[in-house]
């Protein structure tokens, strides 16, 4: 279930159309999928693309997108903390960001010229797509993280992180979404 919050106007949306209507609106496509299979933290890539391949190829060919992998965070994640940091830095790419949460959550945050900063808690079952130059960071969370998303690209080279330097992530470190 996803969860928008916008912090400085102590604001959050639960309902999933009100969601998917002020994101589209700001230009961010969000949707929901089925996420009925479940996966031991042992699952290879290669299971879960083929686990969900019939929804991922229409989509896929629909939208252009060329290659899909997998990312996975957890506990046995080594080097967490680094990894961490350099999601939590606002950054660009040159190209769609689209995650389809198999499980786990993550807490995407957005800083839109003109609006004030706003997250989206994505969890099972959530497909958001960041469009290219588009000011945002990421969160897994400070402890016990948990994702696995399935990561989508017309060429993974787009989405090296451009980062802007503007440090504003750091005026949200303190943020608890309000389940």
């Not at 040159?94 to 499980?103: K, L, N, T, Y």
């Not at 290219?132 to 993974?156: C, L, Q, S």
Request: charge should be negative.
């Amino acid at each position: 279930m996803a969860i928008l919050s916008i912090p400085d106007k102590q604001l959050t949306i639960k309902d999933v159309a009100a969601i998917r209507t002020f994101l589209n609106e700001r230009g961010v496509f969000f949707d929901q999928w089925q996420a009925a299979v479940s996966f031991e933290d042992t699952a290879t890539p290669d299971e879960i693309l083929k686990a969900y391949e019939a929804d991922l190829q229409p989509f896929m060919q629909a939208g252009g997108y060329q290659t899909a992998d997998v990312i996975t965070i957890n506990h046995l994640t080594e080097n967490y903390e680094a990894i961490r940091a350099k999601f939590l830095s606002e950054h660009t790419h040159s190209e769609d960001e689209i995650r389809f949460f198999v499980d786990g959550q993550g807490l995407f945050w957005f800083n839109l010229d003109g609006e004030p900063v706003f997250n989206l808690l994505c969890e099972k079952g959530d497909l958001i797509s960041v469009p290219a130059g588009t000011k945002h960071w990421f969160d897994a969370g400070e402890t016990n993280p948990f994702v696995k998303a399935i990561r989508i690209f017309i060429d993974m080279s787009g989405w090296v992180p451009v980062y802007t330097e503007s440090k504003i992530e750091q005026n949200y470190l303190e943020f608890q979404v309000k389940k």
